[in-house]
């Protein structure tokens, strides 16, 4: 099988980037960045391959796949690693990465689209009760986590963790990580795929600090 996974910098196919990297696929990885120059998300040849003109974008022998979450589903399924086949196991594993992907990335969303459109006199306002949603996320977070660590499943880090560790840097310094949270960053952060993504994408990782 041959892969190339399409990526922006930090963003959520960060996380994908480095799922591939911890099941020893391979990519051959493409920096994609905003607008429609060489290597444009908007670029006529992107759109070729992900007429969303988004990232994560994966191919597996030259098809494509979007969606992150599902991306990394099918990749851990082929490989056996991050989710479990079956059960409860499974079934807490794909709640935590849905979180990410459907709850928590989208919050994040939100206080980006806000950046972007709405007019500054609002903005402020706007951004504090988007960035408190947010914080009330990290907050549920630390106490399941509490409860049941040091990874989002337990004992064993699951896909979710690599998400979580991946959005948890965008903007670290408007939230207040609690210690659980910080060492789930700490462990992601440190393993080796996440560092080959983090040197290969040229991102510091903060949020862990
Ligand atoms: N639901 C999609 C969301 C993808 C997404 O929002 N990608 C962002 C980066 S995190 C992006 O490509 N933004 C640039 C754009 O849409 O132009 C997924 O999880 O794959």
Not at 114 to 123: H, I
Request: proline share 6%; glycine share 8%.
């Amino acid at each position: 099988m041959s892969y190339e996974l399409y990526t922006k910098a930090g963003s959520c196919s960060m996380a994908v980037h480095a799922v591939m990297n911890e099941l020893g696929l391979n990519p051959k990885i493409n920096i994609m960045e905003a607008g429609d120059g060489p290597n444009g998300l908007k670029s006529s040849e992107y759109l070729k391959v992900n007429a969303r003109g988004n990232v994560p974008c994966m191919t597996e022998n030259g098809k494509p796949m979007i969606e992150g979450a599902a991306i990394i589903t099918y990749l851990c399924d082929k490989e056996g690693k991050l989710i479990p086949k079956s059960g409860w196991e499974r079934a807490q594993a794909l709640q935590w990465l849905m979180f990410c992907n459907a709850t928590l990335h989208p919050a994040y969303g939100r206080t980006f689209w806000t950046n972007v459109n709405v007019p500054e006199a609002a903005r402020e306002e706007t951004l504090k009760n988007a960035r408190a949603q947010i914080q009330g996320l990290w907050d549920f977070v630390e106490a399941e986590l509490g409860k049941n660590g040091p990874y989002l499943c337990g004992k064993e880090p699951t896909a979710g963790d690599f998400l979580i560790t991946t959005i948890a840097n965008w903007n670290p310094q408007n939230y207040k990580f609690g210690p659980k949270c910080k060492a789930l960053f700490q462990n992601i952060s440190a393993r080796p795929s996440y560092q080959k993504a983090l040197a290969a994408e040229k991102v510091e990782y903060k949020a862990a600090a």
